[in-house]
């Protein structure tokens, strides 16, 4: 074991496997164990997959003198061998991939970045919850005949009728499940106003958070997020890398000298995917009636969903223009002439 160069660590919950190359063997490690084990390793190449708790012992590992890799768990399926599909194989498959040249890892993220990170995992897990309380608070009134307009306002006077114990139109057993639901739905809003003061506080404490949200259509919430997520913009080669990590470009089908191109790719974070379509959608909006900018000439190429999807390329080649390079968002020339 004293020979090992590059482990290959397949995480879990309690057990963990590790597999060594130059001093070949398998090694089971419970959880506690763990530290302790890799303490008494030369420094050595980790390889790991990326997931919940990789970045905790990326940290951890690296403190000791070890080298770590994180790799994305797609990239580490094609090394698993056939026939079979056990931890031992998983852990020499990482081991493997972490040695290819042209292997594409994960930073390891922050203690700081991670907590950034959870707020806006929250916060969409409780938006989320909202909606489906929402949308069950409309669809029980209607069994009953109840019908509330379109929106917030609509729904505000459904949330009023179901807390209100007096409405003897409904059955004591509905208006319990009611009340019950809009008080869940009011409990989520206030929550959910609370993250957004959080998030809003750490995008105010971030100088690369302010930056980016010096970009049209994007805002403290899209700002933090894409700074959280990225990290060091500068292991993206060009913009256009950054925009297909976040699945923003075209898909590929090309052969034979002949290139055709589809739909966007959708791989890499949905989340911040969503994020910047909602922004560049929201900016659609305020700007179509422009002439003469590239905006208004793609409008008469495109369908506006096209054109939204195109308009969220270029903001997230802008980001990573500011994250990379510094400075500020500064309007280009033809718009300003226009």
């Known amino acids: 074991m004293t020979k090992v160069s590059t ?31 890799f303490a008494k390793l030369p420094p050595c190449l980790v390889g790991m997959e990326a997931c919940a708790s990789a970045h905790y012992w990326a940290r951890e590992l690296t403190e000791l003198g070890h080298t770590v890799r994180l790799i994305p768990p797609a990239h580490v399926k094609p090394y698993v061998k056939r026939g079979r599909k056990n931890d ?19 930073p390891i993220k922050t203690e700081e970045q991670q907590a ?21 608070l409309r669809a029980h009134f209607a069994e009953y005949g109840t019908i509330a307009a ?24 509905a208006r319990e499940a009611l009340a019950m639901m809009a008080a869940q739905l009011r409990d989520a809003e206030a929550k959910i106003d609370a993250l957004d003061r959080e998030i809003l506080a750490c995008h105010r404490a ?9 970009i049209p259509g ?29 699945g923003l ?40 009636g422009e002439t003469g900018t590239w905006l208004a000439g793609l409008l008469a190429r495109k369908s506006a969903r096209e054109v939204t999807i195109a308009m969220a390329n270029k903001m997230a080649r802008t980001v990573w223009a500011l994250l990379a390079k510094g400075g500020v968002y500064r309007k280009p020339t033809a718009e300003l002439a226009a």
């Not at 403290?220 to 913009?233: K, N, R, Y």
């Not at 910047?276 to 659609?284: D, F, Q, W």
Request: charged content about 20%.
């Open 150 to 173: 379109q929106g917030q306002a609509g729904l505000g006077t459904l949330i009023v009728a179901a807390l209100d114990a007096g409405d003897a139109t409904l059955p004591q057993a």
């Open 206 to 214: 971030d100088a690369d958070s302010r930056r980016v949200a010096t």
């Open 218 to 246: 994007i805002g403290p919430l899209i700002a933090s997020a894409m700074v959280a997520a990225i990290g060091d913009a500068n292991r993206f080669k060009s913009g256009r890398q950054f925009a297909a990590w976040l």
């Open 7 to 37: 482990i290959g660590f397949d995480l879990a919950k309690n057990v963990f496997q590790v597999h060594g190359v130059d001093d070949a063997y398998q090694v089971v490690v419970r959880r506690a164990n763990v530290l302790a084990f």
């Open 88 to 106: 031992e194989v998983d852990a020499a498959a990482i081991c493997e991939a972490v040695t290819r040249p042209h292997m594409q890892f994960v």
């Open 249 to 288: 470009v075209p898909m590929q089908n090309s052969s034979g000298g002949k290139e055709r191109l589809g739909g966007i790719t959708k791989m890499g974070d949905r989340y911040l995917r969503s994020l910047l379509v909602i922004g560049a959608t929201g900016m659609l909006r305020r700007r179509r």
């Open 116 to 136: 950034a990170l959870m707020l806006h995992r929250a916060r969409r897990l409780l938006v989320t919850q909202r909606t489906m309380l929402g949308n069950a």
